[in-house]
């Protein structure tokens, strides 16, 4: 059983308003798993995850599973993907800092020493019989309220059975018989549950960007993250686009409250895009109710001045030129966009 890490003190299940801010602590770490060619950045923590969604706009893909139900494809949980766009446009915005997880990991629990992971074992057993006990509470007060429905005479005879039973396990086990308790679950169902903590701080200390941070920044594709960080400074989420076809889906609000208006590709500025594709792309957001919208940042040429571009297109160009500026820091220049809608033959 996974549990949020503010329930976890000192062998104590605590409700994670009590310990927890509501706003964390910047930077924020984001773990990266380390692959040959394309790694992978997750953030565990769950206020995290939520303030990241809340005020930044930062949507990320939960892919977390349960271990006893590992098909599931609706609802996932901890811990959240992020893209590589939206890792690097937090590093850049000095939001958060890139950590190697697993060696951070490794060292922390290496320098943890055998007592220590000892009374982290014993915490999480102490939280998992709490988590028990609150169970079968649960459970006996649901039978309690199923036996008020039933004959009285029924009930008491019950209840006569299962005070001789509880008499004759004490008689059993050389101990005095005790009074039955109705909010005090009965000593055979307490196993403790299994406590799986959701991050590992604690017992870890929480990584640092000093001491952890990795100095190399999320590799993204020029092209794309451009249009990516464009979109993003005008209020749109961003998600991958993979089942449209595209690199990103954008949404004017929370992607479960909004569906995605556009069908978002990435280009660079001279590079050359196939009719074909602005057919199929104009022709696959119409019908799915979106449009197809394409773009990039405006290079510049050699003299400083822009491409000379017609009055038509000119005029369809976003207003946003001061904020742009201001949000794509360390991306100089604007960033132009084109929407495709299919209007028929």
């Not at 924020?28 to 950045?41: G, V």
Request: net charge negative; hydrophobic share 30%.
């Amino acid at each position: 059983m996974a549990v949020p890490d503010s329930e976890v003190n000192d062998g104590k299940a605590t409700a994670p308003s009590e310990s927890l801010p509501p706003t964390p602590r910047y930077p924020i770490p984001i773990s990266r798993l380390a692959n040959s060619r394309n790694p992978r950045y997750l953030v565990y923590h769950a206020p995290t995850i939520s303030h990241l969604r809340r005020a930044h706009n930062i949507p990320g893909i939960l892919v977390g599973t349960l271990p006893q139900s590992p098909s599931q494809n609706v609802f996932h949980g901890l811990p959240l993907e992020l893209m590589p766009e939206e890792a690097r446009m937090l590093v850049e915005k000095g939001l958060g800092f890139v950590v190697d997880e697993a060696d951070v990991h490794k060292k922390g629990m290496g320098a943890l020493g055998r007592e220590g992971r000892r009374l982290w074992r014993e915490r999480l057993a102490s939280v998992g019989k709490e988590i028990a006990k609150e169970a079968v509470r649960e459970k006996e007060n649901r039978k309690e309220m199923a036996m008020k429905s039933v004959d009285e005479s029924r009930t008491e005879k019950v209840r006569e059975e299962r005070r001789r039973q509880r008499e004759e396990q004490s008689l059993a086990n050389e101990s005095p018989p005790e009074e039955p308790n109705a909010h005090e679950p009965s000593r055979e169902y307490l196993t403790p549950s299994a406590i799986t903590p959701t991050i590992s701080y604690p017992p870890l200390t929480p990584p640092t960007p000093e001491l952890h941070g990795i100095s190399t920044f999320p590799t993204v594709n020029s092209s794309s993250y451009s249009l990516y960080r464009h979109l993003h400074a005008q209020s749109y989420f961003l998600s991958p686009g993979l089942r449209f076809g595209c690199q990103y889906l954008a949404y004017p609000g929370d992607p479960l409250r909004f569906h995605s208006h556009f069908l978002v590709v990435g280009r660079g500025w001279d590079e050359e895009v196939d009719l074909l594709t602005l057919v199929g792309g104009g022709r696959l957001g119409t019908g799915v109710k979106k449009g197809f919208l394409f773009g990039g940042k405006v290079e510049h040429s050699s003299d400083g001045n822009t491409p000379a571009i017609d009055e038509a297109s000119q005029s369809r160009e976003v207003d946003a030129k001061a904020t742009v500026k201001e949000e794509l820091e360390g991306h100089d220049g604007d960033v132009r966009c084109f929407c495709i809608e299919w209007g028929g033959m």
